[in-house]
């Protein structure tokens, strides 16, 4: 498929600046994938969209704070690196900013104890930093001085780092947030809890992948990068049985659909697993798992448009955007919610 049948026109002021306050009270688009009507609620109306028996499958990852900011050795300039995930205990791919001032061997100072040198800067990946902390400390010490890895459509970092973080985030790792996530409340959580609806975790640490547009014309020729995920045994023997029984597994966010279908897809089932994986859905992909989808409203010729377009159809996706952008809804990371049933 073209890359260009997933654009779809946005004003600028439709992309959410801020998180929505309550969480829950963020509006809720319903796109029934039985064709019929779209229906215009709040995300507080989702448990009347669930039943006794729903899995509903979320990703615990917790957002660090990437984003260092510290100074050229032996130049007077400033510069970020922004950490995407450890190599090894002293290695880490990062994002070098500002590029033409960082080279290979350039040294960056971030506090007395902390700092980088650049060891490799690739034209086609991410370049690799030399930290002289271990990871654990780095993340330590990021956590202190470092920066909420905000996206760029996003003008001002949060005053409540907490605001670009899940209510259940746990497994520190991702340098983005799953964001269908953040419309969740512990009171919202409870109440589908009491319903009978089952809720169970996997991890993906979110990555570079979530930073880079689609600059292929065609969508086969885009190469996605890998992703960190962990499926327990435990989650996986529930999930396989919720299906057996003919009762639909829901997932909280692209990340979470990526990372059932790519471990189903790279171990021919859905088993417990952790490790890496690659995986990049498309309209035609034949979903093993997931029946369901809560997820944000994304970027036009992106990635995660063409997974929910996957789900229920290039058309009607395009139909439901279209039809969010004429009534208002907020879209992107701090935006509202569509649910896919």
């Not at 990437?66 to 007077?76: E, P, Q, S, T, Y």
């Not at 002293?90 to 061997?105: D, F, S």
């Not at 799953?178 to 109440?191: C, I, Q, R, V, W």
Request: glycine share 8%; net charge negative.
């Amino acid at each position: 498929m073209l890359v260009s049948e997933f654009e779809y026109n946005l004003p600028k002021e439709l992309i959410a600046q801020k998180a929505i306050e309550p969480r829950d009270h963020a509006r809720l688009m319903v796109v029934p994938k039985d064709g019929s009507d779209f229906q215009d609620l709040h995300f507080f109306d989702l448990p009347g969209f669930l039943k006794a028996g729903d899995v509903l499958v979320f990703n615990d990852t917790k957002v660090f704070k990437a984003r260092l900011l510290g100074k050229i050795v032996d130049k007077d300039a400033e510069a970020e690196i922004f950490l995407l995930r450890p190599i090894d205990d002293y290695h880490w791919e990062v994002l070098l900013k500002p590029g033409r001032k960082l080279n290979e061997g350039s040294v960056v100072q971030f506090t007395n104890e902390l700092q980088c040198v650049v060891k490799a800067k690739p034209v086609d990946g991410p370049a690799i930093a030399q930290f002289n902390q271990t990871k654990e400390a780095v993340l330590k010490i990021a956590e202190s001085i470092g920066h909420v890895p905000i996206p760029p459509y996003i003008k001002d970092e949060p005053t409540n780092p907490s605001d670009y973080q899940t209510i259940y985030a746990k497994v520190v790792g991702s340098v983005a947030a799953p964001t269908a996530g953040f419309h969740f409340t512990e009171e919202l959580l409870e109440k589908i809890k009491q319903m009978g609806v089952e809720i169970k975790f996997v991890t993906l640490h979110v990555g570079l992948g979530t930073f880079l547009p689609v600059k292929t014309e065609k969508t086969e020729d885009h190469q996605m990068h890998s992703e960190w995920v962990e499926v327990s045994t435990e989650v996986a023997k529930a999930i396989n049985q919720a299906k057996k029984e003919g009762r639909r597994i829901i997932a909280v966010g692209t990340t979470t659909a990526r990372t059932l279908e790519g471990v189903a897809k790279t171990q021919g089932e859905l088993k417990g697993f952790s490790g890496d994986i690659n995986i990049f859905i498309t309209p035609g992909f034949q979903f093993k798992v997931v029946d369901g989808l809560i997820t944000n409203f994304h970027l036009p010729k992106s990635t995660l448009l063409m997974l929910v377009s996957a789900l229920v159809g290039r058309e009607r996706i395009l139909q439901a955007y279209t039809e969010a952008v004429a009534k208002g809804y907020l879209f992107f990371s701090f935006g509202d919610a569509m649910l896919i049933i």
